[in-house]
């Protein structure tokens, strides 16, 4: 890839970032009037919850479909293993359900495995121990209560905010986006969706108590919820300059974020004797550790080109994905510095720095799903835009279909 190329897109990405992170800084340290809320009705919030529902059982349909193409001489359970617990990470969940940390090898690679955060597959394991169901279901079953309840959710806390015009058309636009297929499958993308807003919303209604056991959760699930705790202090300093003093309650819903991390590291340490465990082991087996996101630019340009004949899939999947969403994601919240809540922009900058900064992404558009800021940035942007909303909208359905197909049928998608 040409250095011009890569040089330019870095400084714009770089750009963006600053212009934004400056307004953040702005809008923190200039008080601004404290937001009227208008709580939606319990209609909306039902109709949320069942579009959240309707949305997860025709992707499960569509997934047993294309599994049964895919494997015609299976049966039924056989093909949905191939298809979803093969090479990718719900194998690594569902395993841990059953069999936990360690370093035994009860199952392939296990030692490793602790580089996944333990909310999930102690979700899976507590169901299993009260339902007796299969882990090997409940990894799909459990995303549609899940999803239903984090829409339900999402929904609310902009509709308080705003109207429930713009929560609509923020569920739309998170339900039409291009990596929406994880919410449906046995992974963190639903839980951690659901954990997130619901968090904003406790704390946005001061439930002070109910937001520090959601912070607890939010960290234990996956690394980036520990960033809600810079959401809260973000949110408690513009309301102590406009005249409320934080409380223990206040400042123990900030901290509780980090106390689930904390758990995460005790957990490293407990079973291996070491806090950061997984660190070691991301580096070692996949050369992941934080970086800049300029950089992930630069290498993802430059792989593209080296890929672009030799592995076509790799290319498009990973290289372009990553830059184009890393792109869009620093557009969207640089075009919404204004609008957004600082608080919001605030943990959106630090969460689009953490998981798109690392030294090897490949899984850019999963973690710019789990944003919750991000639909909200674009139906703001569409306001009073109907012809423009109908087309982003037909846009994001086509592209998500085809991404969909793509994460089904093998491309390097994860």
Not at 112 to 125: C, N
Request: include cysteine; charged fraction near 10%; charge should be positive.
């Amino acid at each position: 890839m040409p250095e011009p190329i890569k040089t330019a897109l870095s400084l714009a990405a770089a750009l963006l970032f600053l212009w934004s992170a400056v307004w953040c800084i702005r809008r923190v340290f200039s008080p601004e009037p404290a937001p009227h809320y208008t709580e939606p009705s319990s209609r909306s919030r039902c109709w949320a919850a069942i579009a959240g529902t309707a949305f997860i059982l025709v992707l499960h349909l569509i997934f047993a479909v294309t599994a049964h193409i895919n494997y015609p001489e299976a049966d039924f359970r056989q093909a949905i293993e191939w298809q979803f617990y093969g090479n990718t990470d719900p194998r690594h969940y569902l395993d841990l359900s059953i069999y936990g940390y360690g370093t035994q090898e009860a199952f392939p690679e296990q030692y490793l495995q602790i580089v996944f955060f333990p909310l999930y597959p102690a979700l899976l394991h507590i169901l299993h121990f009260v339902t007796r169901i299969d882990a090997f279901w409940l990894g799909f079953a459990v995303q549609l209560p899940l999803f239903a309840a984090a829409t339900a959710s999402f929904y609310t806390v902009i509709a308080r905010r705003w109207d429930e015009q713009t929560a609509a058309l923020s569920l739309a636009l998170l339900l039409a986006s291009p990596a929406s297929v994880f919410f449906a499958v046995p992974m963190t993308e639903s839980l951690f969706l659901l954990l997130t807003v619901r968090y904003v919303l406790t704390l946005e209604r001061e439930q002070w108590w109910r937001c520090a056991s959601l912070g607890v959760l939010a960290g234990l699930c996956r690394a980036p919820g520990g960033l809600l705790l810079g959401l809260t202090g973000l949110y408690l300093f513009m309301r102590w300059q406009r005249g409320t003093r934080p409380t223990i309650p206040s400042l123990l819903a900030m901290l509780s974020p980090a106390a689930g991390l904390g758990l995460y590291f005790l957990l490293n340490h407990l079973v291996y004797g070491r806090w950061n465990q997984y660190q070691i082991y991301q580096w070692d087996n996949w050369n992941q550790k934080l970086g800049l996101f300029t950089n992930t630019v630069r290498y993802h340009l430059d792989y593209m080109a080296q890929w672009w004949d030799s592995n076509p899939k790799s290319a498009l999947a990973l290289c372009l994905a990553a830059v184009l969403c890393l792109l869009t994601i620093l557009a969207l919240l640089s075009a919404t510095v204004r609008r957004l809540p600082a608080h919001w922009l605030g943990f959106g900058l630090a969460y689009f720095a953490v998981t798109m900064g690392t030294t090897w992404l490949i899984s850019a558009p999963r973690y710019a799903v789990g944003l919750f800021c991000l639909p909200v940035a674009l139906a703001l942007l569409l306001q009073g835009r109907p012809r423009l909303t109908k087309g982003v909208l037909v846009t994001q359905v086509i592209v998500s279909v085809i991404y969909t197909m793509q994460f089904l049928y093998g491309w390097p998608i994860y």
